[in-house]
């Protein structure tokens, strides 16, 4: 049974920084991280694929930094410059194919969510 493990959640000032891991415990082509603040839709933030590939939204270009250790099969994110909007439930999902990278039907499992929560 495929298990994501998440931790670096946390609480931190607005301008601080914050890094989420996922442990895997496979392979998986590709990887990504998503949020979900309350009362609001699930959102896509950031996806890499086993040739390095990457994917962000518009909101956290700049700032956060997805990347991987395929020989841990571990998926981190690195979190810069936070602001209160950054405030949510970050989720690791993998899948092993490629496809529209922000849409969650093509995530095969899902981590339980780590919390970060910035505060202003």
């Known amino acids: 049974q495929v298990q994501l493990v998440e931790s670096g959640g946390g609480s931190v000032q607005a301008g601080g920084s914050l890094r989420l891991s996922c442990e895997a415990s496979?392979?998986?082509?590709?990887m990504g991280w998503f949020r979900q603040a309350p009362g609001k839709e699930r959102e896509a933030i950031a996806a890499?694929?086993?040739?390095?590939?990457?994917n962000y939204v518009d909101s956290v270009k700049g700032r956060f930094t997805i990347s991987k250790d395929n020989a841990k099969n571990t998926l981190y994110l690195q979190m810069n410059s936070l602001n209160p909007e950054d405030t949510a439930m970050y989720y690791c999902?993998?899948?092993?194919?490629?496809?529209?990278?922000?849409?969650?039907?093509?995530?095969?499992?899902w981590g339980q969510g780590t919390q970060v929560t910035v505060s202003s």
């Open positions: 496979a392979y998986f082509y590709r």
């Open positions: 999902a993998v899948g092993w194919y490629g496809g529209i990278w922000d849409d969650a039907g093509w995530y095969r499992y």
């Open positions: 890499i694929d086993s040739d390095g590939g990457t």
